[in-house]
Structure formats: structure tokens, C-alpha cells
């Protein structure tokens, strides 16, 4: 897949008007099923951000469409991500977050230590051939960027640097304290729409003034804008109207935004948001809030609580108003426009990602 889409180059100069995706890219269930397997379980993924998991013993699971995945942080200080199963009879082995020093199947009672090692299991002591070695927690593969933490279900994908470059130093350099956070909010929020409606609502800043009153009127300036795409990157720059401080955002192919946002009185503050598919026609837009360790948590979460009541459901509102005109309204395929020149106004990166989203799926024919 990846040969196909480090081969898609973005048009960050022409204005043009460009055909977009069919409308059954969707709402058709069968190129969700295709998307599936095409691109989440091949692509590097988001799952959050290491201070979720600070201290040995700490846990979350987190689904990728249909598969779930435990990270925990063992007692010697590494990440480990494991498919959420029993090697016994596939049990899931945990749900949501929490602490502990093992993990216990609640079926059988097959344990395993945070490394993924199978401690016990009852009876194994009387079958001859049992071996418990043979049995460890299937690993999923797990990096970290600036913090955050990425997995791939596909074991022969290329490492991030090969797929995303050196952006963690561009990062780094932004905001050199990004890896050590500390959780403020955790804000999941539905979207009624297909996965890709979320993403390319967010790839453009045209609907910005219309939608967004309460941030283009006390955050961000929508005029000073600059939108590019380059690889398997979004870049996103724009200036607050106090201190001269600047929003930053990162997108990452295929759904998650690593962004410096500015609160007003208080700074730039790291939220990571990510748009997980649920179904063909349902996804989830969650925001990630932190701040840097030993920060008032005060200021972000009133923020955050604002935010979450304005351009959160804004956003919500317009991404199922997408799709439900997609599915009812006759929709069949409709037209972007490109203008990088005016990028507050321009949709050339949203036509980046639908090159992609082509690739991956005939990647996969």
C-alpha cells in the first residue's frame, strides 16, 4: 500500500476545480469493508498519548474499527502493544483503562505477566506437552511520535520514519516539552457520517466562517490560513488573535491531528484528535487534551468545556448534514476547489487525501 501512496504528490499551487469522490465512497458498506482492511489495518494508527499509560502496570484498549488493541506499560518502563485476546479461547482480556500487575482471562483464568509472558494456566501442570513459551500475548507493533503512540496491525508495514519522514523533529522543535504531558480531558464525540466526511471537514478552513463563529471571533484568525499537504502530511498554520501565537496541526495519514492550540489567557496547549470509523456511516471525533507535566489543568479544561460546545458540535452538525445528504438528497459526486493562494478558501488538500484514499484501495486490487 505504502509504495502507492508515497508516490501521490499533492498540488499545493494550481487553482482548479477538481471532481471529488463519488458519494458511495460513503455510503456504500462494502468499500468500508475495503477500507477496512486496506488502509486501518495497514496503516499506522494513532491510540493516544504515552502519558496515558505514566506508571508500570498502567493500561487502555483501543479499537481500530473492529480490533482492539491493549497498550500497557510494563514494570521495567516499555510500551507493549497485544491484541486484546486469550491465546486460550480468545477471551478479550481487558476493557477501557486502568492498573494492574497481570493480566487474568476471565474465562479460564490464564494469566500473563505486563510483558505478555503466560504466567499460569490451570491444569496446564497435567498435559505433558504444555509449553507455556509458546503462548505469549500476540504483540501488535507500537511506536511513539513526539509522545504520542502509534500502532500498525501489519507486521510488514515500513517503519514511520519510511512512511511520515523526520516531522517528530518539526514537532519537537514547535514544542520541545510534547512528550511529557499529563492528561486534561478525554472528549470523544459522534460523528454520523463515514470516516472520510470527518477528515476532509477538518482538511479545509472554507467552512470555518460560516460554522465557527465563536473561534474565528475569539481564537483564531481564518484569514492568515496556510493549508499544504506533502506526503502523508497535512500542515495547518494559523494565528491567534492574542499574543501572537500560532495554531499548528499535523495531520497524519490516514485520521489523526497532532496540533498546538492556543487557549486564550493561558498559552499552547498539545490536543490530539483522532476520527475513528465505527461503521459505513458512523464515526467517532475524539479530542485529547494535555498539558505540559506540573500545569494548571484549570485553564485547558474550561477551554476544552467551550470548545466542546461550539466548534466540537459545529463540526458534528455539518459532517452528518454531509452525509445525510450523500445517502437522501440525490448527491451522486460533487466539485472541489482548489486555491492555494487563498487557503482559508481552498480545498486542494482535502483532493491530496481523496488521491489517497484511491490509492490504498487499488493498492489493494
Same mark, same amino acid.
Given at each position: 500500500?505504502?509504495?502507492?501512496l508515497? &508516490?501521490?504528490e ?8 477538481? +471532481?471529488?469522490l463519488e458519494?458511495?465512497?460513503y455510503t456504500d458498506?462494502e468499500?468500508?469493508?475495503?477500507e ?8 499506522? %494508527?494513532c491510540v493516544?498519548h504515552?502519558c496515558m499509560?505514566a506508571?508500570?502496570?498502567q493500561?487502555?484498549? *483501543?479499537? %481500530?474499527?473492529d480490533k482492539?488493541?491493549?497498550i500497557v506499560?510494563?514494570?521495567n518502563?516499555?510500551?507493549?502493544a497485544?491484541?486484546?485476546?486469550? !491465546?486460550? !479461547?480468545?477471551? !478479550?482480556l481487558?476493557?477501557?483503562s486502568?492498573t ?5 482471562? @476471565? ?5 500473563y505477566?505486563?510483558d ?9 501442570r497435567n498435559v505433558?506437552d504444555?509449553?507455556g513459551? &509458546?503462548?505469549r500475548?500476540?504483540?501488535?507493533r507500537l511506536?511513539?511520535?513526539a509522545?504520542a ?8 508495514? @515500513?517503519?514511520m520514519?519510511d ?5 517528530? *523533529?518539526? %514537532?519537537l ?8 504531558q ?6 470523544p ?11 476532509e471537514n477538518?482538511s479545509?478552513c472554507?467552512?470555518c466562517g ?6 474565528t *471571533?475569539?481564537?483564531?484568525? +481564518? ?11 497535512q500542515?495547518?498554520?494559523?494565528e491567534a ?5 500560532v495554531?499548528?496541526?499535523w495531520?497524519?495519514w490516514p485520521n ?8 486564550p489567557?493561558?498559552?499552547?496547549t498539545?490536543?490530539?484528535r483522532?476520527?475513528?470509523p %465505527?461503521d ?7 479530542y485529547?487534551?494535555f498539558?505540559?507535566?506540573g500545569?494548571?489543568?484549570? @485553564? ?5 468545556e467551550i ?10 452538525q455539518?459532517a452528518?448534514?454531509?452525509?445525510y445528504?450523500?445517502e ?7 466539485y472541489l ?6 487557503a ?8 491530496h ?6 490509492a490504498?484501495?487499488e493498492?489493494g486490487?
Amino acid at each position: 500500500m505504502y509504495d502507492r501512496l508515497l &508516490k501521490v504528490e499533492c498540488d499545493n499551487q494550481s487553482v482548479r476545480t477538481v +471532481p471529488s469522490l463519488e458519494s458511495r465512497y460513503y455510503t456504500d458498506p462494502e468499500i468500508f469493508e475495503r477500507e477496512k482492511v486496506e488502509i486501518f489495518q495497514k496503516s499506522w %494508527i494513532c491510540v493516544g498519548h504515552q502519558c496515558m499509560v505514566a506508571t508500570p502496570g498502567q493500561y487502555f484498549v *483501543s479499537r %481500530i474499527v473492529d480490533k482492539e488493541v491493549l497498550i500497557v506499560r510494563a514494570k521495567n518502563g516499555a510500551l507493549h502493544a497485544f491484541h486484546n485476546s486469550c !491465546r486460550h !479461547r480468545g477471551h !478479550r482480556l481487558a476493557i477501557d483503562s486502568g492498573t494492574c500487575n497481570r493480566f487474568v482471562c @476471565p474465562y479460564h483464568a490464564w494469566t500473563y505477566d505486563l510483558d505478555g509472558q503466560l504466567l499460569g494456566a490451570p491444569n496446564s501442570r497435567n498435559v505433558a506437552d504444555f509449553d507455556g513459551s &509458546k503462548f505469549r500475548l500476540n504483540p501488535v507493533r507500537l511506536e511513539l511520535l513526539a509522545g504520542a503512540i502509534f500502532v500498525n496491525l501489519d507486521d510488514a508495514a @515500513p517503519d514511520m520514519v519510511d512512511v511520515y519522514g523526520d516531522v517528530e *523533529s518539526e %514537532i519537537l522543535a514547535a514544542k520541545p516539552g510534547i512528550s511529557e504531558q499529563e492528561l486534561v480531558m478525554d472528549n470523544p464525540h459522534p460523528h454520523r457520517c463515514n470516516w472520510k466526511a470527518s477528515v476532509e471537514n477538518f482538511s479545509e478552513c472554507y467552512h470555518c466562517g460560516p460554522v465557527h463563529k465563536y473561534l474565528t *471571533s475569539n481564537v483564531i484568525d +481564518p484569514t492568515t490560513y496556510k493549508l499544504t499537504a506533502q506526503g502523508l502530511i497535512q500542515r495547518h498554520q494559523i494565528e491567534a488573535y492574542e499574543n501572537n501565537m500560532v495554531q499548528r496541526i499535523w495531520h497524519f495519514w490516514p485520521n489523526t491531528a497532532i496540533g498546538l492550540y492556543p487557549i486564550p489567557g493561558f498559552g499552547t496547549t498539545l490536543c490530539i484528535r483522532h476520527m475513528y470509523p %465505527i461503521d459505513h456511516k458512523n464515526s467517532i471525533y475524539h479530542y485529547r487534551w494535555f498539558v505540559d507535566q506540573g500545569s494548571s489543568h484549570a @485553564p485547558v479544561a474550561e477551554y476544552a468545556e467551550i470548545h466542546a460546545k461550539t466548534t466540537v458540535v459545529e463540526d458534528g452538525q455539518v459532517a452528518e448534514g454531509v452525509q445525510y445528504g450523500m445517502e437522501h438528497c440525490g448527491y451522486k459526486q460533487g466539485y472541489l476547489l482548489a486555491d492555494p493562494n487563498h487557503a482559508m478558501s481552498s480545498e486542494h488538500v482535502i483532493v491530496h487525501f481523496q488521491a489517497l484514499v484511491r490509492a490504498a484501495l487499488e493498492a489493494g486490487e
